[in-house]
């Protein structure tokens, strides 16, 4: 497994605090892949990257409409495939199509469309912990896709660091940095079983 930057958020605004510190890094090509629960906070992040964007409308989850595009110092493409039943669905959508050079791509669920994604792209999973823990918290992991995604990644600790400090200056960054192995080891010991079919 290549690297995996593990952050720690304690509230939505620290996740979307988060959402912002990526939008410095990007360029239009770029693709982001957003899992996790419902609830987890995908959109809560696409809010503070949008916002740092230059994006000034409000940003709300794509889940009916499945893309909304927004525009700000790029053009920021935000689709979501929860309600989409399969590959053929997106490819009717025109999938390859959003994949725009001249813009950024948010896919919510993106793990329903991996095999659709470029080679190069950031994977992110919100994950709400289970256990003793504050229901405000989520532990967020970044996967960078592509050597260029471990550079940007970087710049966005650099950032992340700086502006979640400002808002809660008594997280020190070994709190909030976690080593992401222990963490995910411990997450899935903790986990319940997946169910053979969905609720």
Not at 9 to 29: D, K, M, Q, Y
């Amino acid at each position: 497994m290549g690297r995996v930057l593990t952050v720690t958020t304690s509230s939505p605004e620290e996740t979307r605090i988060l959402g912002a510190s990526l939008a410095p890094s990007l360029l239009p090509g770029d693709v982001i892949s957003l899992t996790g629960d419902l609830g987890a906070g995908k959109t809560a992040f696409v809010q503070g990257l949008a916002s740092a964007l230059g994006v000034e409308t409000r940003v709300t989850s794509p889940s009916f409409t499945i893309v909304h595009t927004y525009q700000g110092q790029f053009p920021l493409v935000h689709m979501d495939v929860y309600r989409l039943d399969s590959f053929q669905e997106v490819i009717d959508l025109g999938f390859d199509e959003l994949i725009d050079p001249e813009a950024i791509l948010v896919v919510e669920w993106g793990e329903a469309v991996a095999p659709l994604l470029p080679t190069r792209y950031l994977e992110i999973e919100l994950r709400q912990p289970l256990g003793p823990e504050p229901e405000n918290i989520r532990h967020v992991f970044l996967r960078p896709h592509g050597a260029e995604w471990l550079r940007k990644l970087e710049a966005m600790q650099r950032a992340a660091e700086a502006l979640l400090d400002a808002v809660s200056p008594g997280v020190s960054e070994g709190g909030r940095f976690l080593d992401s192995s222990a963490l995910l080891a411990r997450d899935h010991s903790d986990r319940p079983a997946e169910p053979d079919e969905e609720d």
